[in-house]
């Protein structure tokens, strides 16, 4: 007996389909149908990528050799009290023309060794729901996560949609247990926040040295021109006063801070590596 017998076998009769154990037996069935088979390759409500892009195979695949409802296949849908809803294929044993039934046949048998049918049908099928999942979720995620972060949050008001989605689409997906991919915010936010970095301009008010002559450094170059600081403080610290305790005043708040270079105003942040940088929305 070959594969596809096997499989023939193992499908149920109409009369005798129930999705559980829990249901009635041969729900819709009539005398009719009763006896067609009831394909092993169903949807519902809560089933995954694979499963739908496998559905709809399956359904273009017979539909190529007769439309749906015809003498040799039909779909039924029901609602169900644990999924929603599911819909099966039913398949006539007995008429003269097999095509139908041995299509449907080998399709099952070939799930068997392998869980895809159509790896182009499945990429679309992500490509589809990952757009979905950036408009109704990862966007307003990234915004949260800007709104958090201490260089980016001020200019949370200035970010445009296609540049978070252009960095969510720079991101390797991950998937959640309906295949459905994602990007974790989390685990990618350096990258995101590095893709969005790219629409700014930048420079360095201070190099990395110790915080005292760090500062110092930046009030001699930007005195006249530092915002967030109060006047006594920035004199002090310009003709070297108390210098530690200014020093540390300032650098406490220094994300805080607004400088003007070129008639522009400018954000400050203390970036990673130490240095004293300044950051503006290139627009």
Known sequence: MNSI????????????????????????ADFENRDWLVSSIQLNRDSGLIEKSNWLTFIDDLG??????????????F???????????????????????????KL????????IWSEDRLERLELESFNDWVDDMGVSEVCNKIEDDDVLSPFHNQFK??????????????????????????????QIKQELLNEFEFETLSPPCNGSNQVFYFVQSFYKDIIGVDQETLSDVFIGKDLYRNSEKILENFNDLKVIISDKVWNCFKDSSGSLEAIRYNI
């Open 79 to 105: 609602g169900h009290w644990a999924c929603g809803w599911f819909e099966i294929v039913i398949l006539n044993p007995n008429s003269r023309d097999s095509r139908v039934l041995d299509q449907a046949l």
């Open 108 to 115: 099952e048998s070939a799930l068997q060794e392998y869980p």
């Open 161 to 190: 949609d296609s540049d978070i989605i252009y960095a969510l689409n720079e991101c390797e997906w991950s998937y959640n247990d309906h295949h459905e991919p994602y990007v974790d915010i989390e685990e990618n936010w350096d």
């Open 5 to 28: 017998e096997q499989i023939k076998k193992t499908l149920q009769t109409f009369i005798e389909f129930q999705p559980t154990g829990f249901d009635e037996k041969g729900k819709g």
């Open 64 to 77: 190529a050799l007769e439309p749906e409802g015809g003498h040799h296949w039909e779909i039924h849908r």
